[in-house]
């Protein structure tokens, strides 16, 4: 992995002072929108490994193949939280991320539910835009 000098999460810090600290487990994150960045930083990094760590167990996949798949993510823009926060036990991060298909562009819409387990902050679930 070529390691990024600016985040890929949009944040403005190093890499290594924001989302490389959350990947190579020198840090948690403190807040359902800091795990949130470092997700999306991980999809772009490709780090399977720290994705399904970050997963609730009752909800993420057996595996990952990104290595095979061809998105390249283009950006992220927080819209909003509900709770999260440091003290929370449940939190929600709507967002919009770009991304690429071959020679398509697209956008993803989705507010992401996060939970503490066990005193770290995991990704549970997207809500149902339909519901």
Not at 2 to 25: D, K, N
Not at 30 to 41: D, G, I, N, P, V
Not at 78 to 83: D, E, H, L, N, S
């Amino acid at each position: 992995m070529t390691v990024p000098s600016a985040c890929p999460c949009g944040s403005g810090r190093r890499y290594a002072a924001c989302c490389g600290a959350l990947h190579s487990g020198t840090r948690e994150g403190k807040t359902a929108e800091a795990l949130m960045r470092s997700r999306y930083s991980a999809y772009v990094l490709r780090l399977e490994a720290y994705l399904l760590r970050t997963w609730h167990p009752d909800t993420r996949p057996a595996t990952l193949d990104l290595e095979q798949d061809q998105t390249r993510w283009l950006g992220l823009n927080i819209r909003g939280t509900q709770a999260g926060g440091p003290t929370d036990q449940t939190g929600q991060v709507r967002f919009t991320a770009l991304y690429r298909t071959g020679a398509q562009q697209h956008h993803l819409d989705e507010e992401s539910r996060f939970v503490r387990l066990n005193g770290r902050w995991v990704y549970l679930d997207a809500l149902d835009p339909d519901a």
